[in-house]
């Protein structure tokens, strides 16, 4: 196990770094106090997880963020004092895997480390595979593909837990609370409207036309509903 911090506080590297031995006793951690190099990091290093704090000297930890997804899926969790809904969202919305607040309860901070490294191993969890195929709909959990009119779809860990999710209750509403368990597998703030960025990011990649939605329809209120309309 790699692991990389990204932070410009000392203290916090350290406290990470103690939390992932819990877990991982052999981890390897790498760190650095610079957006830039931590970038960079992530392809000489190839770490299994990134921890990434928003506020670095060098640069904003949104375009760290931003150039780490150019050209990785690595599960990422975003470490920070920022707490305002809109920087939540963003850092979604640009590929984060978890948004954790400073200060944080360890346990807490080790359940979300857990569930983004599972959720990124395909087939770590054989029991919730989901392979579907109905008209030119194919779907297979455990590599994270989706086959879609003579298209081959690249998923990130977390559409895919969802469009699982979906497809599992094809025909059925799914509440966020069902969502929200799927993805993460404890409470989140603001769950509803992360959930909305990841359904989003699925419309865009299989939708005709996304803001007119045929495949993921919303139930206002109470969840989503895949339609099997293809």
């Given at each position: 196990?790699?692991?990389?911090?990204?932070?410009?506080?000392?203290?916090?590297?350290?406290?990470?770094?103690?939390?992932?031995?819990?877990?991982?006793?052999?981890?390897?951690?790498?760190?650095?106090?610079?957006?830039g190099?931590?970038?960079?990091?992530?392809?000489?290093?190839?770490?299994?997880?990134?921890?990434?704090?928003?506020?670095?000297?060098?640069?904003?930890?949104?375009?760290?963020?931003?150039?780490?997804?150019?050209?990785?899926?690595?599960?990422?969790?975003?470490?920070?004092?920022?707490?305002?809904?809109?920087?939540?969202?963003?850092?979604?919305?640009?590929?984060?895997?978890?948004?954790?607040?400073?200060?944080?309860?360890?346990?807490?901070?080790?359940?979300?480390?857990?569930s983004?490294?599972?959720?990124?191993?395909?087939?770590?969890?054989?029991?919730?595979?989901?392979?579907?195929?109905?008209?030119?709909?194919?779907?297979?959990?455990?590599?994270?593909?989706?086959?879609?009119?003579?298209?081959?779809?690249?998923?990130?860990?977390?559409?895919?837990?969802?469009?699982?999710?979906?497809?599992?209750?094809?025909?059925?509403?799914?509440?966020?609370?069902?969502?929200a368990?799927q993805?993460?597998?404890?409470?989140?703030?603001?769950?509803?409207?992360?959930?909305?960025?990841?359904?989003?990011?699925l419309?865009?990649?299989?939708?005709?036309?996304?803001?007119?939605?045929?495949?993921?329809?919303?139930?206002?209120?109470?969840?989503?509903?895949?339609?099997?309309?293809?």
């Amino acid at each position: 196990m790699k692991a990389l911090i990204v932070d410009d506080d000392d203290g916090i590297i350290q406290l990470v770094s103690l939390c992932l031995i819990l877990i991982w006793p052999d981890v390897k951690i790498t760190w650095t106090h610079l957006g830039g190099e931590g970038a960079d990091l992530v392809r000489s290093v190839s770490p299994d997880l990134v921890v990434l704090d928003l506020g670095l000297p060098d640069m904003s930890g949104f375009d760290v963020l931003k150039r780490i997804r150019a050209f990785s899926k690595v599960p990422l969790i975003v470490l920070t004092v920022r707490n305002d809904e809109v920087d939540v969202v963003r850092a979604f919305e640009l590929g984060a895997d978890d948004y954790v607040t400073k200060p944080f309860r360890q346990f807490e901070f080790l359940a979300r480390v857990r569930s983004a490294v599972a959720r990124f191993v395909p087939g770590q969890n054989k029991g919730e595979e989901v392979r579907a195929a109905f008209g030119d709909f194919r779907f297979d959990s455990s590599f994270r593909k989706l086959e879609y009119r003579n298209k081959t779809i690249d998923l990130t860990s977390t559409e895919s837990v969802t469009l699982r999710c979906l497809l599992e209750n094809a025909g059925k509403v799914v509440t966020h609370k069902a969502i929200a368990q799927q993805i993460w597998g404890h409470p989140v703030p603001d769950a509803v409207k992360i959930i909305r960025v990841y359904i989003r990011h699925l419309r865009e990649k299989i939708e005709a036309d996304p803001n007119n939605p045929a495949l993921i329809v919303t139930k206002a209120g109470e969840g989503y509903l895949f339609t099997r309309t293809v």
